[in-house]
C-alpha cells in the first residue's frame, strides 16, 4: 500500500519548529505525527511530500522513504500534522476517492494515481487542497493546526498511544509508585529509591535506558523519551511529552521537547514546546498565564492569533540558548539559533538568529553559531550533518 504523508500550505503556522523540520515530524503525545502513522501502517510504503527547502535534511531523517518522488500510484493521502488513528485511516482505505476533512480541514484521500497526479500538477497540498467533484466525510481525527494544540492534545493522545507499549510494564523499583498498574516503564530504564510517580490522572510511560534520580516527582499523563535524565527534586507535572536524550530538572508542567535538550536547572517551564538542541540556563523561567486572566496572542507566521487559551507558555526553535536568569512572557516565540541574555523580558516575538543581549537585540554571527552548533552534537556524539548546516543557513541568510 501507498501511503503519501504531506505537509499543506499551513506548515509555517507551527513555527518555530516547523523551519527545521516537516510538519508530521512535531511531537504530540508519546510520538510524532509520523512515528504513529508509521506504527499504525508498519508496512506501508510510505512517501513524504514536503516544502523544497526541506527536502535534503527529510531525505536525510527518513532515509527509508521516498521524498517528493516524481511517480504516483494509487494510494491513500494523509496530511502529517494530524494525530490519525487506526479506525479513520481504515475509514479512508474503504472509501476511494472520497475527501475526508476534519475541523473543516482537508486531512485525507484515497486516490487513484490518476487523481494523484492531477493534484501534484496543479501545485499539490503545498499550495492548495484538491478540488474535485466527489463525496465528502468528516472524521475524528485531531488536527495540530499550532504548537499550542500539540500542548493542549498531549494528555488525551498520551492516553490513546499507551496501547503501543504492550512490551513495557510496571517497574521494579523501590520508588514510590501511585497508582502502578497505569505506570509503564522499559526494563532498560532506572528509577531510583525516593522517587515519586503519581499515574492517579493518566499513565506514565517511561522509555529505554531513561534515568530517574531520587527525590523526584512525576505525574502523569506523562511521556519520558529515551536516554533522557531526571534530576534529584524535579517535578515532571501531567501534559508533558520528552523527546530523546533530554536531561531535565526544576519545574515542568504540560510541555513538549522535541528531543535533545537541557532544561536541567531550576524554574519553570509551563504549557510550552520547545526544539531540538535547546539550552536553558539556571534560573529560566516562562510565565504561561496573564495577570488579568486574558486569553493569550501569540504572533504565528507574521499574523497575530488569539489562542483562545489563558494558558500559552513559550515556544522556540532549535539550538536555541537561555543565560541565567532568563525571564519569558506569555505567548513568546523564539526562533531558531537565538540567544537570549537581556535585562528583563525580552520582545515576544524574536526572530531566527537573534542575539538579544541587554537591551539590544543583533544578528547572531554564523560562524560564532555553527561552531557552538557542532561542538554541543559533539557532546552527545553526534555530528551536524552537512543537510542541517545548509538548512540553517539558509533560514540566516532569509
Known sequence: MNIYIYENNLALNLEPITLTRPSFDIRCGAFTCIERISILLPDANIHLFVRPDLEDITKETFPGHHVNPSQID?????LGNALWNAEDIDKIKDHQSTLFYANNTQIGA???????KMWM??????LSDLDIDSAKSDLSTHIVEYLWDAVELTNQQIEKDILFFKEFSTPETDAILINEKNIFAHKSSVISKGAVIDASHGPVIIANETCVKPLTYLEGPLY???????EPMTQIKGGCSIGPACKLGGEI????????????HDGHLGDAYLGQWVNLGAGTVNSNLKN?????D???NGTMINTGSKHVGCFMGDHVKTAIGTRLNTGTVIGPGSNIAVNGFPTKTIHPFSWCVGNKIKRNKWDAFIETAKTVEKRRGLDLSP?????????FEI
Open 74 to 78: 494509487d494510494g491513500l493521502w494523509l
Open 110 to 116: 484515497n486516490l487513484t494515481q490518476e487523481l494523484g
Open 121 to 126: 500538477e496543479s501545485g499539490g497540498p503545498l
Open 298 to 300: 501569540v504572533m504565528v
Open 387 to 395: 543537510a542541517e548546516e545548509e538548512l540553517l543557513f539558509n533560514i
Open 292 to 296: 488579568n486572566y486574558n486569553d493569550i
Open 224 to 230: 519520558l523519551g529515551e536516554k533522557c535524565v531526571v
Open 253 to 264: 508542567n504540560s510541555v513538549i521537547i522535541q528531543g535533545w535538550s537541557n532544561k536541567v
